[in-house]
């Protein structure tokens, strides 16, 4: 299969654009000529079996390079500054220079950690993203935000620090998805699914339909489509950040980089609670949702509240609904706390500008938009939307 190939355009720092490698058998062949320096610290995510980056390793050892392998475990719990600073010592210690190169080689908590570490060492190194995540490569590892959680007054706050820190390339090697649970690789169809939402505002007002076909059918790993469904995801995201890089620009139409939040103050709401229950299409599950589950239940509520401001008929909302089941993730979820909790939750979310809550919303088009004048009582009818029956009498 011939390596597709997307550009990401940045501006903020001169000559920083880079490029977006997808295909497979990548890991040997494209990261190894990058690094001009000496040194390069591989900082990879535990659940990433070995012989995955044997050929990453071999390409680094031929080049003559001094190395490193920092094996990390992985979770929304351990996304924490602790985490960043054990790749900070971990490149102090192989005496990492500006020049030299730090390789991600994991899932979106990996890569925002790795893509901190890397901004912060000597004031920003270079780093190379090779998601091993469905979810971190339509999404998390291009854009080059980064980041961790913090905890204020025991409340987790989800990506609370970060820098903006592009990397120099980014590898999406498909043979790493081999060894994802399922469970996993859907979890990244939500953000697929967000970004066919946005697809009318970017260019591209046909990635809806495309991807809606994509989860009926059902991808699975390894599958001839998958490579090109990966590379129009990262053209949308590449669009949407060639535009609007710092999201500073929410006035554009579409919201700019915003509109990439879509379903996100939900789902940061969510995603972090313990004790939850869902249905998974065979069983029940309990416990805590993974970051695409809280996605796939958020563009869900985001749609519900879209049509109950009149931006999209309710049709429109069902559809979303339906796409999110048919992608086999939940679509209603046990145990959420009442919504004047969530509302709170909602309210410490970093998406909030002056003292208000924002929401991206979607429209039949598929152009989204942000609003930060929505009635508390429209946001409980949204959260009404994902929970289940008894869930509903409850709140
Ligand atoms: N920076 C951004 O623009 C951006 C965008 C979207 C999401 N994110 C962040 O990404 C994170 C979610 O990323 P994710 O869904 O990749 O979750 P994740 O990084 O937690 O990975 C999910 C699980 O899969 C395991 N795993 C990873 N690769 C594997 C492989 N090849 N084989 C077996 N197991 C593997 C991980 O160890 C983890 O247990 C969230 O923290 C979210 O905030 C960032
Ligand atoms: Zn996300």
């Not at 990879?44 to 392998?69: C, F, H, M, W």
């Not at 169809?189 to 046909?206: I, N, R, S, V, W």
């Not at 009582?377 to 029956?389: D, E, K, Q």
Request: glycine residues 12%; charged residues 25%.
């Amino acid at each position: 299969m011939a390596k597709l190939s997307v550009k990401v355009v940045t501006r903020a720092v001169a000559g920083a654009s880079y490029e977006v490698h997808i295909g497979r058998r990548l890991l040997g062949r494209s990261v190894g000529p990058l690094a001009k320096g000496r040194r390069v610290l591989l900082v990879v995510d535990s659940n990433v079996p070995a012989t995955s980056i044997g050929e990453l390793v071999g390409a680094v050892e031929r080049a003559g390079k001094q190395y490193a392998v920092l094996p990390v475990l992985t979770s929304e719990k351990a996304k924490t500054l602790g985490t960043v600073a054990k790749v900070l010592e971990a490149a102090a210690t192989l005496s990492l220079g500006r020049d030299d190169l730090m390789i991600a080689v994991g899932g979106g908590v990996l890569t925002d950690l790795v893509g901190l570490a890397a901004g912060l060492h000597r004031r920003g190194c270079q780093v190379v993203h090779c998601p091993s995540t469905l979810l971190a490569m339509v999404d998390g590892s291009v854009g080059g935000k980064t980041a961790a959680n913090i905890e204020v007054d025991g409340r987790l706050i989800k990506n609370g620090v970060g820098v903006f820190h592009q990397p120099v390339r980014v590898v999406c090697d498909m043979d790493l998805l081999a060894s994802l649970p399922e469970r996993t690789f859907r979890a990244g169809l939500a953000e697929c699914l967000k970004h066919g939402l946005l697809g009318g505002a970017f260019a591209d007002a046909t990635l809806w339909d495309e991807t809606v076909l994509a989860v009926e059918r059902g991808p699975v790993v390894g599958s001839a489509g998958l490579p090109a469904l990966v590379a129009r995801n990262v053209r949308l995201k590449a669009a949407v950040v060639a535009l609007d890089e710092r999201e500073t620009r929410d006035d554009l139409p579409g919201g700019g980089r915003m509109a990439l939040n879509l379903g996100h103050t939900f789902a940061h709401a969510i995603e972090t609670l313990h004790g939850l229950s869902w249905f998974d299409g065979r069983r029940v599950r309990r416990g805590t949702l993974l970051h695409g589950e809280a996605v796939g239940l958020g563009l869900i509520c985001a749609a519900t509240l879209s049509a109950e401001l009149g931006c999209c008929d309710r049709g429109f909302a069902d559809r979303v609904r339906l796409a999110v089941g048919l992608a086999g993730l939940p679509v209603e979820v046990g145990g959420l706390p009442p919504d004047s909790e969530l509302l709170a939750r909602m309210g410490s979310d970093k998406k909030v500008k002056g003292g208000r809550a924002r929401f991206v919303v979607v429209s039949d088009d598929l152009r989204p938009a942000v609003r930060s004048d929505v009635a508390p009582s429209l946001v409980r009818a949204a959260l009404a939307a994902i929970r289940t029956s008894q869930g509903r009498k409850r709140r």
